[in-house]
């Protein structure tokens, strides 16, 4: 009786350190990331609308998940490279994409994708940060 109580237990201690474990594996939003270009246009898949923030959504956290495509649009007078900075805090992850220094050729556009990762054992919060796409 006193085994069968204690295995209970212990079950039921599991069960509740998942529980409080799982509580905090969900970065709760609003995760959103403010778009700003500099000599070109961020739109979506279509190329129909402007994008000036994206919605990350739910992420757990200790993963990584794309975004895209977007279509990134040269609206300067000359072939382009482009770069992107974001103000992404260290302490919750980062923000990539895999148009560093690609060519956006003139009157042009290119596709691009967002990764963003989050890291392992931050407590559930939302974030938002600034990204800036620039033509260098």
Do not use: H
């Amino acid at each position: 009786m006193v085994v069968a109580a204690c295995l209970a237990a212990l079950v039921v201690g599991i069960i509740v350190a998942r529980a409080s474990v799982s509580l905090f594996n969900l970065n709760v939003g609003p995760n959103i990331g403010t778009v700003t270009t500099l000599g070109l246009a961020l739109k979506d898949f279509s190329g129909t609308n402007t994008v000036t923030s994206i919605d990350w959504g739910n992420i757990t956290t200790g993963s990584s998940r794309s975004y895209g495509p977007y279509l990134l649009v040269n609206t300067g007078s000359a072939d382009e490279n482009v770069t992107m900075t974001n103000d992404m805090s260290a302490l919750i992850g980062t923000c990539t994409w895999d148009a560093e220094n690609r060519t956006v050729p003139y009157a042009g556009s290119i596709f691009i994708d967002f990764t963003i990762t989050i890291l392992p054992d931050i407590p559930a919060q939302g974030f938002s940060f600034n990204i800036t796409i620039q033509a260098i």
